[in-house]
């Protein structure tokens, strides 16, 4: 291996104990592929399998903590015991090639299609629909239901540790039901969950508590708690990059492992608010100093922008579609076979790249998203 890149490979342990052999991550990605009633596919278990070979650590898509959570088609669930045996089987594919494993776990609120919630009721802070045309206007959820489904995080993080999982990562960001009630947005409540900045925060630490609470009542070996947000929303009224240097403010205080910021471009800067000469990861980083690890993510392809991206002083680096690209990433950068590191996809690289047939419909049909040629 060229040494230049050595800095990649340094072992990093975590706050919780868990000792992360490298630097680079699997990005949590939904693969559509799971069967119907939740449980993983083989398919989704040897696509997962096929990647878990270098990286240090793997976030798997992320999986609903409640029937009313399910957010995509073919997505697992977390949501109730009988899936424990389905999570361990996903949990040991990945632990055997050597990675640690997350299962990411959600709630959908507002962005879940109706066809897949019970009676067809979306729910989400405030009756308000995301601005994409055709939206659903969802139901406001009551109070008590807040708190079952902050309740059903804690149940999902109890799978995860019966099933074998290294931790879990919650899934604050893209605009889903964390998100929903941090945003001035979608969260237009007038009781202890909204109103102001700070009672936006409360339904995400609330989780954080919960689930922070449920791992030191049931785990016995170091099990990690991750939390992944998106920085900015592009709607008036929305998160902006303020806000969410509030959020990560209180989030680092919290005993969690690691922050995990959600975007599409490692280098982006935000739009408005906070000091857009510089980017909103470097202001996150300042933000959090070295009170809790950051993963950086977003467009990262060559071992050169991943090195370079390390260098900025984010500790972990996540890969996500260029390990769908390019599953033996890190082996060739130990290898030193960096020349061959493929940065698009060919359309008769399917078979060969191990991707279940509802993400590659999902990747070949949606343009802009891979570079396919
Ligand atoms: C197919 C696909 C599915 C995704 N599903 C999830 C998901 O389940 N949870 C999540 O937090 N982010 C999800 N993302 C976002 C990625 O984790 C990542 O932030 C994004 O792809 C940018 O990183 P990249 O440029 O390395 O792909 C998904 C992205 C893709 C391409």
């Not at 270098?54 to 992320?62: R, S, Y």
């Not at 509030?246 to 739009?271: E, G, I, N, R, T």
Request: glycine share 8%.
């Amino acid at each position: 291996m060229n040494s230049v890149y050595q800095p990649l490979f340094h072992s990093i342990t975590l706050r919780s104990g868990v000792e992360v052999k490298n630097r680079m991550v699997m990005a949590p990605m939904t693969n559509f592929s799971s069967h119907d009633d939740g449980t993983v596919s083989d398919d989704e278990v040897a696509y997962y399998a096929r990647r878990s070979g270098g990286v240090g650590m793997v976030i798997t898509a992320c999986a609903n903590v409640t029937e009313n959570g399910k957010g995509f088609h073919g997505e697992f669930g977390a949501h109730r015991d009988e899936m424990i045996p389905s999570l361990r089987r996903l949990a040991q594919a990945i632990q055997a090639k050597g990675a640690k494993a997350v299962l990411q776990i959600f709630h959908g609120g507002r962005s879940c299609p109706p066809e897949l919630v019970p009676n067809g009721d979306v729910v989400s802070a405030s009756a308000v629909a995301n601005e994409a045309a055709g939206a659903v206007v969802p139901r406001a959820l009551e109070d008590a239901e807040i708190r079952d489904i902050v309740t059903a995080f804690g149940e999902a993080t109890r799978r995860a540790i019966e099933a074998g999982y290294d931790g879990v990562e919650i899934h604050g960001a893209n605009g889903y039901l964390i998100q929903q009630f941090f945003s001035p947005h979608s969260n237009r409540r007038t009781d202890e969950w909204g109103g102001s900045l700070e009672k936006r925060m409360a339904f995400p630490l609330a989780i954080v508590d919960e689930v922070t609470r449920v791992v030191r009542e049931h785990a016995n070996r170091p099990f990690l708690v991750g939390y992944r947000f998106s920085p900015e929303e592009p709607t008036t009224p929305g998160i902006t990059m303020d806000d969410t240097l509030a959020l990560v403010d209180k989030l680092a205080d919290q005993p969690l492992d690691y922050l995990h910021v959600s975007l599409m471009d490692f280098w982006s800067k935000p739009h408005t608010g906070a000091d857009t000469s510089q980017t909103r990861l470097a202001l996150i980083q300042r933000q959090v100093g070295e009170r809790v690890p950051l993963i950086g993510v977003g467009s990262i392809h060559t071992p050169d922008e991943a090195r370079a991206a390390l260098e900025t002083g984010v500790p972990l680096i996540a890969l996500g579609r260029e390990l769908i690209m390019e599953p033996d990433w890190v082996a060739k950068v130990e290898q030193g076979r960096t020349s061959e590191i493929r940065t698009t996809l060919s359309k008769n690289d399917r078979e060969t790249l191990v991707i279940p047939e509802p993400l590659w419909q999902a990747i070949i049909n949606t343009p802009g998203w891979f570079p396919v040629v």
